[in-house]
């Protein structure tokens, strides 16, 4: 074997061991050799904030996830974000950080919701350019709760407010669903075991405005790919513009 083919050989070992390293460890991935250079998030189990969760928890750490969309933002050679959702929900702050980051990047990015995008996961699915969720997915919407030991006074239940203000604001901003309807649905009895809170399907999640689009995941690349493109061109004009 030539020097060259060894050279070669070694170096797309070393990348695919990167690429594994990068999904195991941050549930990451880039595909250098597709039409447009896309990094690919995936947001599954539980979103994990202040509190480290038990080790059987499958869990997307948010001290992980927003580094890597700064440095997604910053790298010229990546021209798109596409984020996979299945979680469950989890850290109320935490999952609204990271929706806040990806909601002011330039980057273009688009969301995709297989499985389950419950909880603080419906501003994470929102919070893309562009959304979509497949047929089977389910989104569950409920008041904001929380475990442990919980002082009953005024105080808190103003806490509670001020931080499902916080969620409906976003969401509403976000997507099609004004902030009343999502508080109706937030707020619906009848419809969960113990709890109150709406579960919507794909197709529901759809017709109330909160996802964009049903889709699946080479709906969601070809609306990527298509929003690269019309930035790449605006960005063109500009600095024609602009010279």
Request: negative net charge; charged residues 20%.
């Amino acid at each position: 074997m030539k020097n060259n083919d060894k050279k070669e050989c070694c170096e797309n070992e070393n990348n695919q061991n990167s690429q594994l390293e990068l999904i195991e460890s941050l549930g990451q991935v880039f595909t250098p050799n597709a039409k447009h250079l896309i990094h690919c998030l995936n947001i599954i189990g539980q979103v994990e904030g202040h509190y480290v969760l038990p080790p059987q928890n499958k869990t997307t750490k948010y001290e992980h996830i927003i580094p890597a969309l700064v440095a997604i933002e910053q790298d010229r050679s990546i021209e798109g974000l596409v984020i996979i959702l299945n979680t469950v929900g989890g850290d109320v702050e935490a999952g609204l950080a990271i929706a806040e980051v990806v909601a002011g990047m330039k980057t273009p990015t688009v969301s995709l919701v297989v499985g389950g995008g419950h909880s603080i996961g419906v501003p994470l699915a929102v919070c893309a350019k562009k959304s979509f969720i497949v047929p089977s997915a389910t989104m569950t919407i409920h008041p904001v709760r929380m475990n442990g030991l919980v002082l009953g006074v005024p105080q808190t239940l103003s806490y509670f407010d001020k931080m499902q203000d916080r969620i409906i604001r976003f969401v509403s901003a976000n997507s099609k669903v004004s902030p009343k309807r999502f508080k109706e649905l937030m707020m619906q009895t009848g419809e969960l075991v113990m709890d109150v809170g709406t579960v919507l399907d794909g197709e529901n999640a759809v017709r109330e405005g909160l996802i964009d689009s049903l889709g699946g995941l080479s709906d969601a690349i070809e609306c990527l790919y298509d929003m690269i493109e019309n930035h790449s061109e605006k960005e063109v004009f500009n600095d024609t513009h602009n010279n």
